[in-house]
């Protein structure tokens, strides 16, 4: 995956987050992973995920 991938993401911020919070991280699902980047550095690193292990993540934190 480059940067030209990244170009079609659609980014979300969880809905936990407040309108002007900066602390947060945004994420997008592209053709078969997800991906997540610092809203505060929107060109800085991105963290690639399996669609399989990014949804047992969102299900762990949901669990507690």
């Not at 002007?20 to 991105?46: I, M, Q, W, Y």
Request: aromatic share 6%; hydrophobic share 40%.
């Amino acid at each position: 995956m480059d940067r030209s991938d990244l170009a079609q993401a659609v980014w979300r911020r969880s809905s936990r987050s407040g309108a002007n919070d900066s602390n947060c991280v945004e994420v997008a699902d592209l053709s078969n992973v997800s991906v997540v980047r610092d809203s505060k550095d929107p060109d800085g690193p991105v963290l690639v995920f399996d669609r399989g292990a990014w949804s047992s993540f969102v299900v762990g934190l949901r669990r507690g």
